[in-house]
């Protein structure tokens, strides 16, 4: 995966954190938490769980479909270890740019770094608070290490 600086990716994080009602959402940083990074971080809200990788706008085609697939098992992974459905766990890949991005390819969503924000909190509330809170603290402690192969 095309892997983007980390003030880059902090960028990512930041803006989506500004953005998002805080009550209803937590955030977690999985690039120091994981030796296999597949994803740079897991936003959970009441839509549901976002696996969220950050990457350059401009990709070859077969390296971007690479990207996808590694993405969509990263989320299918959270999934596991978050302890909600599959279809509650949405795999985003989010572009570099200042140019919104609102697409859908190899079953993961393609968003720009402009529309992220938007992207999380346009979709139907799947998790109350409680639910939220439960699957972020699972997927927080697994990315530590303490969930056994379950890395995203």
Known sequence: MAQLAPAEVD????????????????????????TARQADFVVVGPPGVFVIACGPRHNKERAR???LMRLLDAAHQVADVSGVRRDEVHPVL??????????????????????????????RERLDRSEVEVAASAVSQAMRGNGGRHRA
């Open 65 to 67: 479909a690479k990207e």
């Open 94 to 123: 989010c572009l570099t740019g200042e140019t919104p991005e609102d697409s859908w390819s190899r079953g993961v969503t393609v968003c720009g770094i402009v529309n992220l924000a938007d992207t999380l909190v346009f979709k």
């Open 11 to 34: 960028m990512v994080i930041e803006r989506a954190l500004s953005e998002l009602p805080f009550d209803d959402w937590q955030v977690i940083d999985t690039r120091r938490d994981s």
